[in-house]
């Protein structure tokens, strides 16, 4: 069975500096790979995704993902945070086969933004 | 346009009592999904549905939990018997169709058994 790991659970970063998000998944092919980002009250809301291609892909607000096959990773990257980015991030896995509708999610990263 | 609407936002109900969980999707979208979100964990699939029919509801803890969605749009997420460890977030998600396509969430219903 797929599985997605997120090794950091809580995050702050300063507002302007650079942000890096850790992904790790589990899965016997290429899977489909997404970012997802969840605000207080708010509902999830799609960053970017990756099914293939380019192993870079860009996304909203400014974020970016890198696919690295060789490291099962998808990091979620953020040259500059503004403090409106504060937030819970979730990396998800998708099964590239037959149960492809079927999202698996990491336990997420909370990101702390300070001024 | 609407987004996913979820009703209500919030529901507290007594251990053993049967509740309710509506989710209005987007207008078009024909595949549905809900999720579990227990504190501190991401979300967890429960159930797909493809217009009417339940394609997928592999993802159900056990014979308490039941979803419909009879005419293709509106979904309801039904438990019988609550537990206190049903607590949780219950997410409804739709998308134009499945394989990829982006699934659009909803706030989500905060369900607490007492």
């Known amino acids: 069975a797929q599985s997605v790991t997120q090794p950091d659970i809580h995050i702050t970063v300063s507002e302007g500096a650079s942000l890096e998000l850790r992904c790790n998944y589990s899965?016997?092919?290429?899977?489909?790979l997404f970012w997802y980002v969840q605000s207080p009250g708010q509902g999830l809301q799609l960053l970017l995704k990756?099914?293939?291609?380019?192993?870079l892909v860009q996304g909203i607000k400014g974020f970016e993902a890198e696919f690295k096959r060789s490291q099962s990773s998808f990091n979620l990257r953020k040259p500059s945070v503004h403090w409106s980015d504060a937030a819970e991030y979730f990396c998800a896995v998708g099964d590239s086969g037959g149960s492809n509708y079927k999202l698996t999610f990491g336990k997420g990263t909370l990101l702390t933004v300070n001024p | 346009g609407a987004g996913v609407s979820q009703t209500p936002s919030n529901k507290v109900t007594e251990k053993g009592k049967y509740v309710e969980l509506r989710c209005d999707p987007i207008s078009g979208h024909t595949a549905l999904y809900w999720y579990r979100q227990s504190l501190g964990q991401g979300p967890e699939f429960l159930i797909y549905?493809?217009?009417?029919?339940?394609?997928?509801d592999s993802g159900l803890p056990n014979d308490r939990f039941f979803a419909v969605r009879p005419e293709g749009s509106v979904s309801t997420l039904k438990i019988q018997r609550t537990e206190r460890g049903d607590s949780a977030v219950y997410l409804c998600?739709?998308?134009?169709?499945?394989?990829?396509?982006?699934?659009?969430f909803g706030p989500g219903t905060r369900l607490t058994v007492t």
């Open positions: 549905f493809q217009g009417t029919g339940a394609a997928d």
């Open positions: 899965y016997g092919a290429t899977p489909y």
């Open positions: 990756y099914f293939s291609g380019d192993t």
């Open positions: 998600a739709s998308s134009l169709g499945s394989g990829g396509y982006e699934q659009y």
